[in-house]
């Protein structure tokens, strides 16, 4: 797919609940493949505690609160975030537990599961619903994403198949690592999942694209914007069976360290 679908594009055409359709666990094998790694990564860094602090802010969020679930139980405070009006609705229709809200608890049990089930799913929706504490608007592709507020550096910035979405070429995506990088303290983390060598995805019957990624790429743009990167981690798809869906070939995890001089 050549067109890039920037944000006039999504406000009129990303549906939160066509999207969502991926998150129903259990029942669509491409989005169980995603979450599922992505979850099994963001467990191993959130819930062994060898990454916390105060504050986190979830860049791009969607509609969707499965990236923080794991991320609850080591930030007191979480900060979602996303471009759409309709997403932020979605998330604080979730937040506020109003009719017509996702039912999370399939992934969420997942993730209890994950976690050694030290916690029940009721739990920890309790714990994470008061640990989001403000659904914002943002853009990646300006020079403050949360513009026109100023809120504090925090510790982590988290952002899950987003920065693909949002970018419309190389120079913008490094361009979106150094503004999302200025919402964090130096020496905080960025924690990024998503989707390599990627040209488009559906949501309904609305084809968006994605900007094609290698890990080259990503391995060269992350420290010449100032980061560390402390992991690198990717998985090949195992699911061909929708390519008309997505033609993602593999799925990455980094965890990068913003320098102390940055
Ligand atoms: C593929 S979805 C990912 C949503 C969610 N993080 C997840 O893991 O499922 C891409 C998201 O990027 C958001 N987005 C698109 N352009 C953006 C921009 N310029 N700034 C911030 N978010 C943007 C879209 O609204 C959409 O929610």
Redesign the pocket.
Do not use: H
């Given at each position: 797919m050549d067109e890039f679908t920037?944000?006039d594009v999504?406000q009129k055409e990303?549906n939160?609940q066509a999207?969502l359709e991926?998150?129903k666990f259990g029942s669509h094998t491409l989005g169980d493949e995603s979450?599922t790694y992505?979850l099994e990564c963001l467990c191993q860094t959130f819930a062994s505690g060898s990454l916390r602090g105060d504050t986190l802010i979830?860049?791009?969020?969607?509609?969707?609160i499965?990236?923080l679930m794991s991320a609850c139980e080591s930030f007191e405070t979480i900060i979602a975030?996303?471009?759409?009006d309709q997403?932020v609705q979605e998330i604080e229709k979730w937040r506020k537990n109003e009719p017509g809200a996702f039912d999370w608890s399939p992934v969420g049990i997942y993730v209890c599961e994950l976690e050694g089930k030290r916690t029940k799913w009721p739990e920890k929706e309790a714990k994470l619903r008061r640990a989001i504490q403000r659904v914002l608007k943002?853009?990646?592709?300006?020079q403050n994403?949360m513009a026109p507020l100023h809120l504090p550096p925090a510790d982590c910035v988290l952002?899950?198949?987003?920065?693909?979405?949002?970018?419309k070429d190389q120079a913008s995506y490094r361009a979106?690592l150094s503004n999302i990088s200025s919402l964090l303290k130096p020496g905080g983390h960025l924690v990024l999942?998503?989707v390599l060598e990627t040209t488009f995805?559906m949501?309904g019957t609305w084809k968006?694209s994605?900007l094609f990624l290698t890990e080259e790429f990503l391995k060269e743009a992350l420290p010449a914007s100032g980061f560390n990167i402390v992991q690198f981690k990717t998985k090949s798809r195992v699911d061909k069976g929708m390519l008309d869906l997505c033609d993602l070939t593999e799925f990455y995890f980094i965890v990068a360290q913003k320098g102390t001089e940055a």
């Open positions: 920037g944000g999504y990303f939160p999207y991926y998150f979450i992505y979830d860049i791009g969020s969607g509609p969707t499965y990236q975030s996303d471009y759409l997403n943002c853009d990646v592709n300006l994403p952002s899950t198949e987003c920065l693909e979405a949002a970018c979106a999942c998503g995805y949501v968006f994605s």
